[in-house]
């Protein structure tokens, strides 16, 4: 008993000393969005016509749809006109590449956006058939090597959000310990590269000692990297794979990760990110929450993506 009066006041430096700063991602988000509308704005007021983005969804995965639909809403606000191709799960790999060909010679069809995942039947490098000029993913193996060449490029919008959020947290991490966790060609790969590089083009790399981890790594490796990261970045889609005891005191936790699970208490549908938010908001120093933290951010750089290539197509 005695042993538990003298412990309690070490577990309360140990877990309340830092004040986590939970990054709100959507006030951040709205900030660009007005902004993008003023430049949208301006740029039909000199009779441009207004920026379009086109996304193709292929079958009824319902977060497809939902992502899709909060893009186009976003984009109204911002005054980007969107079109949205529907096609079942049933459709052709021939009907979805002569989609993509009819879109990129359409002349007022200023990007592309492929929702991934795609069916099985279909080869998910179909992608690599948009246009690069019109590829507002940054996917293409066209923009994708320009980007790890550090030349000027259409970047993933998933790094620019993580990017932009580093930019407002204001910490030099150069020689500091960064670990990724997910490797994924769209997300975990180009997060990596963003953290461990020296860009100065495109983006501004961030100079980290950089570990990525993904389904293979054995959890006590990645609790040993975890506990030794100054910033860790997730995105696997694994639900509380960050737990509290794994954080190191004071450092920045990014949430990239998107489930939906049952809540056990509600048992309503809910959604939630890689992080055990209410264990790690105790010790991170900077923590995004899910959702309302890298979300709106990534809504937020492809419409800017959007209307960087409209611009350069419509100068
Ligand atoms: N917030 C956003 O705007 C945004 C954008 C894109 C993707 N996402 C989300 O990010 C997550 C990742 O997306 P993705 O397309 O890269 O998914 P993916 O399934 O292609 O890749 C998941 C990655 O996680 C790794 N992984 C799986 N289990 C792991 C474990 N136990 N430990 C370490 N690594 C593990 C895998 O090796 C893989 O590299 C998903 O939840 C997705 O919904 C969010």
Redesign the pocket.
């Known amino acids: 008993m005695a042993q538990n009066i003298f412990l309690k006041p070490f577990y309360f430096i140990r877990h309340y000393r830092f004040k986590t700063t939970v990054i709100d991602g959507k006030s951040i988000a709205n900030k660009i969005l007005k902004d993008l509308k003023v430049a949208v704005q301006e740029h039909t007021d000199k009779k441009h016509r207004a920026p379009t983005l086109t996304a193709i969804i292929v079958g009824d995965d319902p977060s497809s749809k939902i992502y899709v639909k909060n893009k186009v809403k976003t984009a109204h606000f911002v005054g980007i006109k969107t079109e949205v191709l529907n096609f079942p799960d049933s459709i052709s790999e021939t009907k979805l590449i002569k989609t993509i060909q009819v879109l990129n010679s359409t002349k007022e069809v200023d990007s592309v956006l492929l929702q991934?995942p795609l069916p099985s039947h279909i080869n998910p490098n179909i992608y690599e058939l948009i246009s690069p000029e019109k590829d507002v993913d940054g996917f293409t193996s066209a923009n994708f090597g320009k980007f790890c060449l550090d030349k000027e490029t259409i970047i993933p919008c998933?790094v620019l959000?993580v990017q932009k959020i580093l930019q407002e947290i204001n910490i030099d991490f150069t020689g500091k310990n960064a670990l990724i966790?997910?490797?994924?060609k769209?997300?975990?790969l180009p997060i990596a590269m963003l953290l461990h590089s020296n860009f100065k083009n495109a983006v501004k790399g961030f100079n980290a000692n950089t570990i990525i981890?993904?389904?293979f790594?054995p959890v006590d490796q990645?609790t040993k990297f975890c506990q030794n990261a100054d910033v860790v970045i997730t995105?696997?889609?694994?639900p509380s794979?960050i737990r509290g005891y794994m954080v190191k005191k004071g450092s920045v936790i990014i949430d990239?990760?998107?489930?939906r699970i049952i809540d056990p208490q509600s048992l309503k549908n809910k959604i939630v990110g890689?992080v055990n938010f209410e264990e790690v908001k105790e010790v991170a120093g900077f923590l995004t929450p899910v959702p309302g933290g890298?979300?709106p951010l990534?809504v937020a750089m492809l419409l800017q993506n959007t209307f960087t290539i409209a611009r350069k197509r419509n100068p």
């Open positions: 991934l998933t959000a966790c997910g490797r994924s769209h997300v975990g981890c993904h389904r790594t990645l995105a696997t889609g694994v794979l990239v990760g998107i489930s890689d890298v979300g990534t």
